[in-house]
């Protein structure tokens, strides 16, 4: 499958192994043949505070002008950048459909002044993926439940944060988005039924095959549910399979070398 993650969101799953992701969102901005970067969206730091950036960067900041900063990742720590709304551009600017992207300074003196873009969203550091190495993080056949899941831009998902939004309440948003989205996309291609002049006894038939397939996004979603709705795997098998511990620990026996 070609992966294409330029301009989405990558949502980690509840089975991050890495402690740095949990529970996060990024919006990549960049994604091509040299690798992937983005910013995480959904971590707003209590230190620095945009008045601390502006006077690291020798800003005169406007009074009142008080911008949330986010997290945005642990590259480049102190690099500044910007998620925008397109009224607004550079010459910098990456244009992402209906959004930009700016590392450039001359935005946060902008900002400062109040004259920057209507919406924007300022992070401090970032994520960077070698090449290959995004497609190898989402397609990871040996850890069901813990690749990250994708998801199509939406300017609520950055703009539309309140002020009182939790972290985590964005991300658990954007995981049952993703998670929804991947369940629908399996029940619009193989299950709706036979269509007009298509007979589904056809065992040859190119509508079957994808039945008996192992999809690595499918099975990050089902995984992800699991994570999601349940302490771990154990849990959903003794909870919705009625399998009790000792039966469990049999089967571990059994099965396990």
Known sequence: MIIDAHGKFLVAPPGMPDPRFRKTVVFIWKHDIAGAAGVIINKRCQRPTFKHVCQEG???LKE??????YYGGPILPNVVGVI????YRLGSTNMLGDVGFTLDAKILQDVAHGSGPLNRIVTLGMCNWNPHQLEDEIENPMAPGMSWLMLDYDEKIIFGQLDDTKSDDIWEDCLRTAINNTTKELTNKFFKGPIINEDWRD???EKLKPLFEARVDYINAAFSEIYLSYNSI???VV???EINNQTLDLLKNRILE
Request: charged fraction near 25%.
């Open 64 to 69: 009142g002008i008080n911008p949330p900063v």
């Open 203 to 205: 065992t040859s038939s």
């Open 58 to 60: 020798s800003i005169q």
């Open 234 to 236: 154990e849990d959903f």
């Open 84 to 87: 925008h709304s397109t009224e």
């Open 239 to 241: 909870k919705e399979l």
